[in-house]
């Protein structure tokens, strides 16, 4: 009994060691690897339209595949729909209308006023400029990749006034060279980045925060810009 578990201690011992001889990155044989492997996608991505179809009535012959979200559904949270639509090309009636819609979200804490900061240099930061003055590094003062000139967010007589109803539209939908950000940012956040661009817009004129974007304006004093 004891020789038999001194075998089988060594045995045991034995395949350890073997077992830890080098690092293995091959997985081995794999039973239906499509089940483990699985192709890619990025959610809103065009698809090959040889392979997939949006359209249900061809799903017999190809792939039926439609991304975008069912029609009239609101994602969670969304439940403030901003009441314009996008102007069509050439019209600019929604934009126009867009000055009197007010921000509905409450004024912002000093917690979300820090993580709109943050928001704002991952998302605008990069055109706009980390202090907002419309040469961040993709322009670059022409020298950039960028070259469409974004506005200077303190510094230009209309954007440093512009309502705020006005600014969410262009962020809602994009403005000329400036793309939509409805999909990188929830629609509580945009209104919340327009509630910190017009504070620090009040704060660079040293007119006063109004309460209804920060409540309490000595939180902006922890933001350097
Ligand atoms: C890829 C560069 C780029 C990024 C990133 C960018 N913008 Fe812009 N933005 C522009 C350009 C260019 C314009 C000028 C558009 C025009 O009027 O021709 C502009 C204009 C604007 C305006 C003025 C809109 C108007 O109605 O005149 C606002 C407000 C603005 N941007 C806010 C933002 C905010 C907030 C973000 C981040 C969520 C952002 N932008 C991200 C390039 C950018």
Redesign the pocket.
């Known amino acids: 009994m004891k020789t038999l578990s001194v075998i089988a201690t060594i045995f045991v011992t034995g395949i350890v060691l073997v077992s830890c001889d080098h690092v293995r990155r091959s997985p081995g044989h794999l039973y239906m690897p499509d089940m483990f492997i699985s192709r890619a996608y990025e959610t809103y991505d065009q698809r090959d339209s040889a392979q997939f179809t949006t359209d249900i009535s061809k799903a017999g012959e190809k792939i039926f595949y439609n991304n975008m979200p069912v029609a009239g559904t609101i994602a969670r949270d969304e439940d403030l729909p901003f009441p314009l639509s996008q102007d069509k090309p050439g019209d600019t009636t929604n ?1 126009i209308a867009s000055k009197l819609i007010e921000n509905p979200e409450a004024p912002l804490t000093a917690a979300e006023a820090t993580e709109m900061h943050r928001l ?1 240099l991952i ?2 930061g ?3 400029g980390a202090k907002m003055d419309g040469n961040g590094p ?2 670059n003062g022409g020298n950039g990749p ?1 070259s ?4 200077n ?1 303190l510094g230009d007589p ?2 440093s006034v ?1 309502p705020e109803g ?2 969410f ?3 809602q939908y994009g ?5 939509s ?1 409805a999909s ?2 929830s629609r509580k956040q945009r209104w919340q ?1 327009v509630h910190y ?1 017009k504070a620090i817009q009040n704060k660079t004129k040293k007119l006063p925060v109004s309460p209804a974007d920060v409540a309490d304006s000595t939180v902006l004093d922890n933001i350097k810009l």
């Open positions: 934009y704002y998302n605008c990069i055109c706009h993709l322009y960028f469409s000139a974004p506005k967010l209309i954007v512009m006005q600014m539209y262009s962020i403005k000329n060279m400036m793309g950000y990188q940012l980045l661009i």
